[in-house]
Every structure is written in structure tokens, then in C-alpha cells.
């Protein structure tokens, strides 16, 4: 069963770091272009990062550009969204999301592009 489990976030103060991994368990992400999505209360899901398999290509929203970096550890079959000086607005529900592709630098953040999806973690950005 092809399942992507995030883990990392948690509650930090505004200028703080975490490091959000997705871990795929089931299938192997060598072939999949990964995507961080994000939904704070009462907005839309935004796309925030997004890598090709290769982890050669990636595209970050301008809101994070800068502060949030995405990377790939394909040996261990996870990728990270590493974010840095975090504000109350980056507040949200993370999830990560997998798109199986032959192209090794697709990359999208296109939320309805991605058809395996995790159970999402909280970040609270709060002082």
C-alpha cells in the first residue's frame, strides 16, 4: 500500500526553524515529483515547494522563497522541507504529496497535478 507519512512539525516561536520530512513507505519515490502543500483555517491549499525526482529542479512559492528550502534523500526515501524564519502567517496544515512521472524534472505545484497525498502536520507559528 502506497502510503506518505510527514512528520516534524510542531508549535515554534516567529523566527524559528523545522524541519518537515515525508517519508514513503510502499513504493519507492526515485520516480515521483514531490510537492509541500499547505492549509491554514478557512484559506486553500497552497502549494509551497515542489521537487523533481531527479531533485534537480525545484520551484518554491514567493511567499517562502528564501526561508523554506526543499531537498530529497532518495536512499532514504524522504524528502524534507527545511523552514527557516517562520512567521505566525506560515500557520498551517503540511502536507506532502507524490506524483509518479517519467520526466526526471517535472516539477509542479499544482495541488490537483498529485494523486498520493499524506495525513498532513501541524506547524503553529506563535509567540
Known amino acids: 500500500q502506497l502510503q506518505l507519512v510527514e512528520s516534524g512539525g510542531g508549535l515554534v516561536q516567529p523566527g524559528g526553524s523545522l524541519r518537515l520530512s515525508c517519508a514513503a513507505s510502499g513504493f519507492t519515490l526515485n520516480y515521483y515529483t514531490i510537492g509541500w502543500f499547505r492549509q491554514a483555517p478557512g484559506k486553500e491549499r497552497e502549494g509551497v515547494s515542489c521537487?523533481?525526482?531527479?531533485?534537480?529542479?525545484?520551484n518554491s512559492a514567493d511567499s517562502v522563497k528564501g526561508r523554506f528550502a526543499i531537498s530529497r534523500d532518495n536512499a532514504k526515501n524522504t524528502v524534507y522541507l527545511q523552514m527557516n524564519s517562520l512567521k505566525p502567517e506560515d500557520t498551517a496544515v503540511y502536507y506532502c504529496?507524490?506524483?509518479?512521472?517519467?520526466?526526471?524534472?517535472?516539477?509542479?505545484?499544482?495541488?490537483?497535478?498529485?494523486?498520493?497525498w499524506g495525513q498532513g502536520t501541524q506547524v503553529t507559528v506563535s509567540s
Open positions: 521537487i523533481s525526482s531527479s531533485g534537480g529542479s525545484t
Open positions: 504529496a507524490a506524483i509518479r512521472t517519467y520526466y526526471s524534472s517535472y516539477c509542479t505545484r499544482t495541488a490537483s497535478s498529485y494523486g498520493y
